[in-house]
């Protein structure tokens, strides 16, 4: 027992030695320029609200988008990705929101064969590895009011504070745009040591910005995903020349798994089709015009094939506009316009309502 606990202590005497002589042949570990350059690009992009470290931030998270009720997501990137000369970070499938089907990641699996390689390799593990979880949030800044609506990726201490008040039944919706609720909050220290002091506006109040409607975007559609063949698309573009990837994912079962079930499920379905006598066929095609029929009845009385008309237009946000567009099938591209102004002028073009309906 106690020599068992001597040869510990000796060992951790040596792997204090060891770290020690890692320390005095470079001094200290110094942050790699590269890693330095790929963050800043990402975080640098003008698009994301950042806190006020030194004052006491004031914020109005926004309400959700749409009937869906997603007023906060949660992600976990994989930085690292070069792409058109911009450097990009994708979300992790598997570690991932939880609206999103959890597959088996294809980066996670290279990195986890790039930490046993040489320094090189992981280095590059170090490049790709996945951020810890950000909460994503559409907010105004109380202090900042003129600056709209803007998006911040949260810590994770956020993401627990705001959820917890989401499902705080004595506490009413704290993003009802008149009677919800501003978020203080205050940081200290830095780095990984950041701490964030939360807490709630005791009044309620309506948002400060007026024009939070024509804002507000559809936060799932803020993060671009990339699928299991596309991520590792990309792992061949940005590290295949240095590694190999297709050996590191000789191994990896998502993608083939997946493909394979879907095979297997096609193929059964055929099967059964082939079981169905002539007499079975053709009532199974009776019963599908059938139901066509219905559904083609149901929308004639829908409202949404009524026409539009100029006022229900003219008051609709941006968001509703959308709608229409999707609705109506309008081939309206989110390029064609940069207001809601003008995207409702082309919705209108393509609607056929006229100017002369118009009271402006
Ligand atoms: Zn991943």
């Known amino acids: 027992m106690s020599s068992r606990r001597r040869l510990g202590v000796r060992g951790n005497n040596k792997e204090i030695e060891m770290a020690r002589k890692r320390h005095s042949d470079k001094g200290h570990h110094r942050p790699d320029k590269k890693y330095v350059e790929k963050t800043r690009s990402q975080t640098s992009s003008g698009e994301w609200w950042k806190p006020d470290a030194k004052h006491k931030n004031q914020i109005r998270v926004m309400p959700a988008w749409d009937d869906r009720g997603i007023c906060i997501v949660r992600r976990v ?101 008149e009677d919800g609720y501003d978020i203080y909050f205050e940081m200290s220290g830095s780095g990984r040591g950041t701490k964030y002091d939360y807490r709630l506006r005791a009044k309620s109040s309506p948002i400060a910005y007026d024009d939070w409607e024509e804002d507000l975007d559809d936060l799932l559609e803020t993060i671009e995903i990339r699928d299991t063949e596309e991520l590792i698309e990309l792992l061949v573009e940005n590290y295949g020349n240095a590694f190999d990837i297709k050996e590191y994912l000789e191994d990896f079962e998502g993608e083939t798994e997946k493909k394979g079930k879907k095979k297997k499920k096609a ?89 002369e309906d118009v009271p402006f």
């Not at 490049?127 to 202090?143: G, T, W």
């Not at 009776?286 to 229900?312: D, F, I, L, S, Y």
């Not at 609705?327 to 591209?333: N, S, V």
């Not at 064609?336 to 309502?353: G, P, T, V, Y």
């Open 77 to 177: 990137m994989h930085f690292g990705f070069e792409e058109g000369g911009r450097n990009r970070a994708f979300p992790c499938l598997e570690d991932n929101e939880p609206w999103m089907d959890s597959i088996p990641c294809p980066v996670d699996h290279v990195i986890a064969k790039m930490v046993k390689g040489d320094k090189d390799e992981r280095s590059a593990a170090s490049d790709l590895k996945a951020s810890s979880a950000r909460f994503l949030v559409q907010i105004v800044d109380c202090n900042d009011i003129e600056a709209g609506v803007q998006k911040w990726a949260g810590p994770l201490s956020f993401g627990k504070y705001f959820l917890s008040l989401l499902e705080d039944d004595d506490i009413e919706d704290i993003t009802d745009p």
């Open 267 to 355: 193929r059964e379905k055929d099967e059964e089709d082939e079981e169905k006598t002539p007499a079975q066929k053709r009532k199974a095609r009776r019963a599908a015009k059938a139901a066509a029929e219905e559904e083609e009845k149901k929308k004639v009385e829908e409202p949404g094939e009524e026409e539009w008309t100029a006022e229900e237009i003219l008051a609709m946000n941006k968001r509703k506009l959308l709608k229409v567009v999707k609705d109506e099938e309008l081939p309206i591209e989110d390029e064609d316009w940069d207001s809601a102004k003008e995207l409702r002028e082309l919705i209108m073009d393509e609607l056929n309502i006229k100017e």
